[in-house]
Antibody, heavy 115, light 109 residues
Framework: EVQLVESGGGLVQPGGSLRLSCAAS????????MNWVRQAPGKGLEWVST????????YYADSVKGRFTISRDNPKNTVYLHMNSLRAEDTAVYYC????????WGQGTLVTVSS | EIVLTQSPGTLSLSPGERATLSCRAS???????LAWYQQKPGQAPRLLIY???SRATGIPDRFSGSGSGTDFTLTISRLEPEDFAVYYC??????????FGPGTKVDIK
C-alpha cells in the first residue's frame, strides 16, 4: 500500500523559511518523479514543483520560482520542499504525490504565513 | 503554459441523474495526458481518470472520461450520494508545469 506522509508545516512569519518533508513507502520511490501540490484555504489545487527520478530535473510554478527548492533523498525515500521568502499567499495545505498524474496523496501539511 | 478551463462552475443535480463536466485546454494536450480528480471537504483529492479515459484503480464504472486535443469530458452516469464533490482536471503532457483547472462543484439540487 502506498503511503505518503508530509510533515514540517506550521506557522511562519512573512519572509521566513520552512522545510517540508514527504516520507514515501509502498512503491519503488527511486523510479518515480515526485511532486508538490498545494491548496490555499477554500481554493483549488495548484501544482508547485516536480523533481525527476534522479533529482537532476527540477521544475517550479512561476509563483514559487526562485524561492522554493525541491530535492529528494532516494535511499531515505523522502522528498523535500525548501521554502524561503514566504508570503501570505503561500498559505496552503501542501501535498506530495508521485508520478505525473497523481494517483496517491498524503494527508498534507498546513503552512500558514502570517505575522 | 497550458491553461485549463472547466465548465460549469457549479452543477446542481439530483441523485440518479447524469453529470457531464467539461475541461477545455488553451492548447492541445499531447497524448491525451489529462487526469480527473474528485475532492470532498477536508480530504485529499482522489484520482479518478488518467490518460483522458483510463479509470484509476478502484474507481466505479459509472465514472468515465473522454476527449482529446483540447476538449475533455468527465461523465458520471448515475450520481450516487457520495459523488457530490468538487472535480478537477489536470494536464501532465510533455513537461511541467502540470496545471489544474479551477474545478467544478457538483452539488445536490
Amino acid at each position: 500500500e502506498v503511503q505518503l506522509v508530509e510533515s514540517g508545516g506550521g506557522l511562519v512569519q512573512p519572509g521566513g523559511s520552512l522545510r517540508l518533508s514527504c516520507a514515501a513507502s509502498g512503491f519503488t520511490f527511486s523510479t518515480y518523479a515526485m511532486n508538490w501540490v498545494r491548496q490555499a484555504p477554500g481554493k483549488g489545487l495548484e501544482w508547485v514543483s516536480t523533481i525527476s527520478t534522479g533529482g537532476y530535473g527540477t521544475y517550479y510554478a512561476d509563483s514559487v520560482k526562485g524561492r522554493f527548492t525541491i530535492s529528494r533523498d532516494n535511499p531515505k525515500n523522502t522528498v523535500y520542499l525548501h521554502m524561503n521568502s514566504l508570503r501570505a499567499e503561500d498559505t496552503a495545505v501542501y501535498y506530495c504525490a508521485p508520478k505525473y498524474y497523481f494517483d496517491s496523496w498524503g494527508q498534507g501539511t498546513l503552512v500558514t504565513v502570517s505575522s | 503554459e497550458i491553461v485549463l478551463t472547466q465548465s460549469p462552475g457549479t452543477l446542481s443535480l439530483s441523485p440518479g441523474e447524469r453529470a457531464t463536466l467539461s475541461c477545455r485546454a488553451s492548447q492541445s494536450i499531447s497524448s491525451s495526458y489529462l487526469a480527473w480528480y474528485q475532492q470532498k471537504p477536508g480530504q485529499a483529492p482522489r484520482l479518478l481518470i488518467y490518460g483522458a479515459s483510463s479509470r484509476a484503480t478502484g474507481i466505479p464504472d459509472r465514472f468515465s472520461g473522454s476527449g482529446s486535443g483540447t476538449d475533455f469530458t468527465l461523465t458520471i452516469s448515475r450520481l450516487e450520494p457520495e459523488d457530490f464533490a468538487v472535480y478537477y482536471c489536470q494536464q501532465y503532457g510533455s513537461s511541467p508545469p502540470f496545471t489544474f483547472g479551477p474545478g467544478t462543484k457538483v452539488d445536490i439540487k
